[in-house]
């Protein structure tokens, strides 16, 4: 996608100074935006982890029009080969800590409700849903402390087989529920990812796996 100029006035501004609609995620408005000779106006832009590949199927989440510019792009230059699925404000910006795949079939989702804003073919697909963040499973942090997500980014796993599934060590309700829908969690200590922003997920490059390019239809 063209690299956006990412002046004050490129950000659709209106969703981040609607309070009620922000769903978590440390959403902060630019309060005076200046403008500058390079301004083009709204521009496109969206990060890889707004998007949810499943075989031909991307799942992309939309919260504002940035967002949406971006989506127009990639219909424009993946369509017909890959079907592009909208999600309105299912989450601020990244999906990954609300919705992951564990495998064809299975998808780790942070509430039931979830499944009703997915593509009407993939809420066919298993759904696991956690327990609750333990708030004692996190460091302790102070106001000066930049948090940066949610306690719900532990949902941020890593499969790396249809069985084996990276988790956090601390998330001893997850692990347990994975291994009641018959997964195998491989725990590994990563204690301070919400300063980090990110969980294995986030912070790991694609993984290159054997196979061809799959339909789920």
Known sequence: ???????????????????????GGPTEPIEEPQPTPFDVGLEMILDGAQCLRLGRDIIINVANENHALAVSWLQRHLEPRYRIHVVHRMSD???DSMILALKPGVFLARHPGIKYLMPEKFQKWKFIVPPEPDASSFPRYTDDDLVLTSPYIDLNVLSISPH??????????????????????????????????????????????????EDYS
């Open 1 to 23: 996608m063209p690299r956006p100029v990412l002046t004050d006035t490129s950000f659709d501004l209106s969703y981040a100074r609607d309070t009620e609609s922000t769903l």
């Open 93 to 95: 910006n990244h999906i």
């Open 164 to 213: 084996e599934v990276l988790v956090n060590e601390a998330c001893g309700g997850l692990i347990r529920e994975l291994e009641s829908h018959g997964f195998t969690p491989i725990p590994v200590r990563h204690r301070h990812r919400r300063l980090f922003g990110g969980g294995f997920h986030c912070f790991t490059l694609d993984t290159v796996r054997e196979g061809a390019l």
